[in-house]
């Protein structure tokens, strides 16, 4: 600043602003003004030109009226001023040859006069003498000057200067500590760059990451997809009813069967499926075993097949050559070592066959096509974004599987990775580690590892223990998938006594799936962002939500709350025992997948040598008051699962073995209530030879059971279901589930196990010693796990019977003609068909004419007008119409025997719907039931349409005909109207329909006419009988033949029921016969129908068959042994149609037009005053 001010004057210094300006500063500046003014004119005096130094006295001068007042400070300034100006003329005035010294003396002489009279006391104060006696100017302005007046000013300058320092340091640091605060935002906006870097640089790879892995997912379904695709193609085309097969049916050839996981809504698993990779060498002694151990384990299924040779080439390509090492659970056929075809299949044909099953376990809203055309034009996609990976492990009653558990918006996935030996804790979940750095090492090799895999059945052979274990992976399905709509429940539970572990259950007959995590926050976290899923995907924002169909996450509070409202309907009868054992050990945690906590039901019966047994007796049945080790006192230890005669062998040594073998506290499992195939030896296992000789076989049956498996389980289930135990189950529910299963209590009861199969026993978690925690765990699975305590109070004891509920059991002679209504339809119309929807009948008549009315029942009466007649006051009724009696404008083919098995009453998304079929443009037809309008007519089948079956739950309709085949239909799931909806044309075209137009399968294997059907989503089958006496199994989700039973002499088969405990029965009209067989295909009983029949229909609960025809009466049937119950007399005429309402009434439509009513019209009954009477069954 000093070098502009020296080279620029005073007035550049200062801006050059006018005096305004200049008076605005001194007033801001106050003090320093001045100051700084004097400063800057003695710097221009001794530093300055001549010129410069002129100018900044000229401005100066100017300035001295605002710079010089009469305050104190001022006087002493004006002084120390003069002075000062005295003392640089002293030393520069000679500068510029004396120049500069007129310069100073001319301002410090305007000084002077400016101040002169402050400076008049020192004028007045000096004689005269004094001024004589100075001749010289400077000594007379000297004098002027008074000593004490510059030491004041003197000294308050040094102040100035030492406050002026001292505040330039106090600026300097307040400088520093900006530019540190500065430093310090600069790093952290610089920190803050480089955080958003990184986090889009993590977010770019993680979303690349999410990418690999969807369309992983994706390449490793599509594989899978093949594969199964390709199997299915193979096993159809060369079954025992395919069109290559060497054996037609009928054969002798022995097929293995294995259970099948489908459960029905009690849990229920009831069916066998064909066991296509059965090891024969199982069925052999051990001796042979050990000569035989490189033999193939199984005769490959297709090799006997007649394929054309060059077909066989192209389909086994199809099956091993394009999924590469992929590894299904189908890929059995490692023997076929011919050369691979070079009849490649073209890529769209591929993509096209892999579409087409793409979801084949699911029901699609559209044609798998289109959904894979719209993956592929950025529409929805199931791989769209990964939601959540964590490995877990996939626990199976055979195996345990590793793997990548991956959740995306529409579906489940499972990547199978490797498998677990021994428990599958905690030690398992370090392992995926040391199989990544091994997998990222052998990418290396992967070409040598394809280029090896091709030399598969050319005789080489690989490593050992390592090649045996890739051995069994390549045989295990290496990804799954389950849909998130599909989703019934969703439960947190335990694995090896940790709650750890999900369990998710499904709705479309999927077996639920168990999956183990490696901490309790992964398990609740999976379980509860599914369960959000799936609400989500059924329930969109906006959408109407049914609170029947929302679930929530099942964890322990939730479960005890099931439990409440579980035990309350068990005491209101509302549930059967078996349904209330099976819901306490879903929520306790119990699982079929899981072998160290299966479910648990108990020993019911006590005798187990007598030759019929006595439900009136007490000493029939067991305690169930204390637990199977406290039955007998006398018990000591001994006996080992390890031995031919320790084995489960016969029912009554296992029971006996339970109350005297201290080490065998075994209750029973479910099965012994529902499946009578497992006490049979199907597939001829070599079990072992008991000490006296005899081979073990089929398991030992009591002697009441009459040598029947079928019996047995009857008669068991039976007991399960009676009084005794119904007033006494509580008991044993308290031990198991309840308050006595811990504490004083358990000790009372003599209710005491092992301490490591109680929960909490042991922390797991918090354990650091892995070695000590997987010897615990080895422990915990060998010994098993006690179920987690549901209920911490007494239970409450059953309620009593309620007879007027379930007549048919009770009392079904109570059953009566209550009401009768004449031409129902038409004076000249029969009724041939009778359906029930809710409180609506419909009613068809032989003409085609359609009829719907009010069912009243004893809730409806006091709103309802009765139209019957006779003077008796029913205690359920037929209403008024509904929709009043119309023809259907369609027409029948000439050849059709129409009848009830054409028709089919459906309710879907709460509307009512009838289904016709045997029109003559070889279509079926969807007819509205509140207008009589036919709003769908779908033609797919090549000749006429002969008999259609709605599911339980009117999802899924079959469809059979005169071309042999059956199809699969599917009702739409939601509105095709959706707002959301992307296809406007789709809509547009699809608007007003109820089904979805395109088959999901089409099933085939029968020689003749569909004449019969019956399709169960519960039970995944679906059922076809045809008029060459054929009865054919196929599976309802993948539409896989399952087996085939026939018409003991032949007959053609009229008409089929099936109930949901499994059983089938077919009647003929040639040979008037019924034929009753299991689920399994075994035969059960036969009976005359003693005439024509027209109508068989089964009664709500599927115990009780209904049958009437020509003779008039109608027939109730016992469904475990086709004997008579009951016989009820009509009015005579020939009934044409019959219908079981939930109440247990029979509605009979006659040859005649008439409608009647068989209902209850005991007193007795209706107060609940009476115990069952057991009716005896009669054959014939």
Same mark, same amino acid.
């Given at each position: ?157 040094? +102040?100035?200067? &030492?406050?002026?320092?001292?505040? =330039?340091? %106090?600026?300097?640091?307040?400088? /520093?500590? !900006?530019? #540190? @605060? *500065? ?74 069967? +294995?259970?099948? &996981?489908?459960?029905?809504?009690? =849990?229920? %698993?009831?069916?066998?499926?064909? /066991?296509? !990779?059965? #090891? @024969? *060498? ?899």
């Amino acid at each position: 600043m000093a070098a502009v001010v020296v080279t620029g004057g005073i007035g550049t210094a200062l801006s050059a602003k006018t005096n305004k300006i200049t008076d605005k500063a001194m007033m801001l500046r106050g003090e320093r003004f001045p100051r700084i003014i004097f400063h800057l004119v003695i710097m221009y005096l001794c530093k300055a030109g001549l010129e410069n130094a002129s100018k900044c006295v000229q401005q100066f001068i100017t300035m001295l009226p605002n710079l010089i007042s009469e305050e104190d400070q001022c006087k002493n300034s004006l002084h120390f001023i003069i002075w000062s100006l005295l003392r640089v003329r002293s030393h520069y005035g000679e500068l510029d040859d004396g120049a500069r010294f007129h310069v100073i003396s001319h301002l410090i002489l305007e000084t002077v006069i400016y101040g002169k009279s402050m400076l008049a006391t020192s004028i007045l104060g000096k004689d005269d003498s004094a001024e004589a006696n100075s001749n010289k100017e400077s000594g007379f302005i000297l004098n002027l000057v008074q000593k004490d007046r510059v030491l004041a000013a003197a000294s308050d300058e040094v +102040k100035y200067m &030492k406050d002026a320092k001292a505040d =330039r340091l %106090r600026q300097l640091q307040d400088l /520093n500590s !900006k530019l #540190d @605060e *500065r430093l310090i935002e600069d790093i952290e906006q610089l920190q803050s760059l480089e955080d958003d870097i990184q986090f889009a640089k993590t977010a770019a790879i993680s979303g690349d990451d999410n990418r690999k892995a969807a369309f992983k997912l994706a390449f490793d379904e599509d594989q899978q997809i093949v594969a199964d695709k390709w199997i299915h193609i193979f096993r159809a085309l060369s079954d025992e009813r395919g069109p290559w097969s060497a054996s037609p049916f009928p054969n002798n050839l022995v097929t293995y069967w +294995k259970h099948d &996981k489908t459960e029905d809504k009690w =849990r229920r %698993r009831m069916k066998l499926k064909r /066991n296509y !990779k059965f #090891d @024969e *060498r199982i069925c052999q002694p051990l001796s042979t075993k050990s000569t035989n151990e490189n033999t193939a384990p199984s005769v490959d299924p297709f090799v006997s097949a007649k394929i054309p040779e060059k077909m066989k080439r192209f389909l086994l390509k199809g099956v091993r050559g394009i999924t590469g090492d992929v590894g299904s659970e189908s890929c059995e056929d490692n023997n076929d070592t011919s050369e691979p075809s070079q009849n490649k299949p073209s890529e769209n044909q591929v993509s096209s066959d892999a579409a087409n099953s793409a979801d084949s376990s699911d029901y699609p809203t559209s044609s798998v096509q289109n959904r894979k055309e719209q993956s592929s034009t950025g529409g929805d996609n199931d791989y769209a974004e990964v939601l959540s990976s964590v490995h877990c492990v996939l626990v199976t009653p055979k195996r345990k599987l590793a793997g990548q558990f991956t959740i995306t918006r529409n579906a489940l996935h499972f990547s199978f990775e490797f498998l677990v030996e021994g428990t599958g804790g905690s030690s398992v979940f370090n392992k995926f580690q040391d199989n990544k750095e091994s997998d990222a090492k052998s990418e290396l090799g992967s070409v040598e590892k394809l280029k090896g895999n091709s030399d598969v059945g050319r005789g080489n052979e690989a490593g050992s223990g390592d090649a045996l274990m890739k051995s069994q992976s390549s045989k295990i399905k290496h990804h799954r998938r389950w849909k998130i709509t599909r989703i019934r429940a969703v439960y947190w539970t335990r694995y090896l006594l940790q709650y750890t572990a999900t369990e998710i259950f499904f709705d479309d007959a999927n077996a639920p799936i168990f999956l183990n995590f490696s901490s309790q926050n992964d398990a609740k976290n999976v379980g509860s962002l599914l369960v959000s899923l799936r609400n989500d995907a059924l329930f969109p924002k906006g959408s109407t939500k049914d609170k029947n169909s929302v679930i929530s996450f099942v964890d322990r509070k939730v479960a005890l709350e099931m439990a409440e409202s579980a035990r309350e309907s068990w005491r209101k009868r509302e549930i059967s025992n078996f349904e209330y054992l099976m819901i306490l050990n879903t929520l306790s945690g119990r699982s079929y997948n899981d072998l160290t906590q299966y479910p648990i039901f108990p020993w019911i019966l006590a005798d187990y040598s007598s030759e019929k047994l006595d439900f009136n007796k007490s000493s029939t049945f067991r305690d169930l008051s204390k637990p199977v080790g406290a039955l007998d006192a006398k018990r000591f230890k001994g006996g080992k699962f390890d031995h031919a005669d320790r084995l489960f062998q016969s029912i009554e040594s296992t029971y006996r073995n339970c109350l005297s073998n201290t080490s065998d506290v075994k209750e029973l499992t479910p099965e012994f209530f529902y499946m009578p195939e497992f006490l049979e030896n199907l597939n001829s296992y070599h079990f072992g030879v008991k000490q006296d000789g005899e081979p073990l076989g089929h398991v030992g049956l009591p002697p009441w059971a009459k040598g029947s498996p079928e019996e047995f389980i009857h008669i068991n289930r039976e007991a399960l279901e009676s009084e005794y135990v119904s007033s006494n189950l509580h008991h044993w529910i308290d031990l198991i589930f309840g308050y006595k299963q811990r504490g004083k209590p358990a000790v009372e009861a003599a209710n005491i196990f092992y301490y490591l199969t109680y929960e909490g026993a042991v922390d797991l978690e918090n354990m650091d010693d892995m070695l000590q925690k997987s010897a615990i765990e080895d422990q915990i699975a060998n010994f098993g796990q006690t179920p987690i305590q549901i209920f911490r109070k007494k239970h409450p004891r059953r309620g009593p019977p309620i007879p007027i509920a379930h007549p048919l059991y009770f009392a079904p002679q109570s059953i009566t003609v209550t009401s009768v209504v004449p031409s129902a339809i038409s004076s000249s119309s029969s009724v041939l068909f009778i359906g029930l929807l809710d409180s609506n009948i419909v009613l068809m008549g032989e003409e085609l004419i359609l009829s719907v009315k009010l069912w009243l029942t004893t809730q409806l009466q006091s709103g309802g007008n009765f139209t019957f007649s006779g003077s008796l006051e029913p205690f359920f009724g037929i209403g008024s119409d509904v929709i009043s009696p119309r023809k259907v404008a369609t027409s029948l083919a000439e050849n059709v025997e129409f009848g009830r098995q054409c028709l089919a009453a459906v309710q879907i998304h709460g509307d009512n719907y009838l289904i016709l079929c045997g029109n003559w443009e070889n279509s079926f037809q969807i007819i509205s039931l509140s207008d009589g309008r036919i709003v769908q007519s779908i033609r797919q089948h090549k000749d006429v349409v002969s008999c259609v079956a709605v599911s339980s739950d009117g999802s899924v309709i079959a469809t059979g005909s005169y071309d042999t085949t059956i199809m699969i239909w599917h009702a739409f799931r939601g509105r095709s109207n959706d707002k959301r909806s992307k296809n406007a044309s789709n809509d547009l075209s699809t608007k007003d329909h109820v089904i979805i137009e395109n088959p999901s399968h089409i099933l085939c294997g029968h020689d003749d006419i569909i004449t019969c059907l019956f399709v169960s989503k519960e039970l995944d089958i679906v059922i076809s009988g045809s008029k060459d006496g054929t009865c054919i199994f196929h599976t309802l989700r993948e539409g896989t033949y399952v087996r085939s039973i026939r018409h003991p002499s032949g007959a053609g088969l009229s008409k089929l029921v099936a109930s949901q405990h499994g059983r089938i029965v077919f009647y003929s009209d040639s040979d008037l016969s019924l034929h009753m067989y299991s689920i399994n295909g075994k035969h059960i009983a036969s009976s005359e129908s003693n005439g024509r029949l027209n109508c068989m229909e089964l009664s709500c609960c599927g115990e009780f068959m209904v049958c009437a025809g020509d003779h008039g009466q109608i027939v109730l049937r016992s469904m475990d042994s086709l004997g008579v119950v009951w016989r009820y007399d009509g009015s005579g005429k020939t009934i044409t149609s019959l219908a079981v309402t939930p109440e247990e009434c029979f509605l009979a439509g006659t040859k005649d037009g008439s409608l009647i009513v068989f209902s209850i019209e005991n007193p007795l009954l209706r107060k609940g005053g009476i115990q069952r009477n057991k009716v005896k069954s009669s054959v014939g």
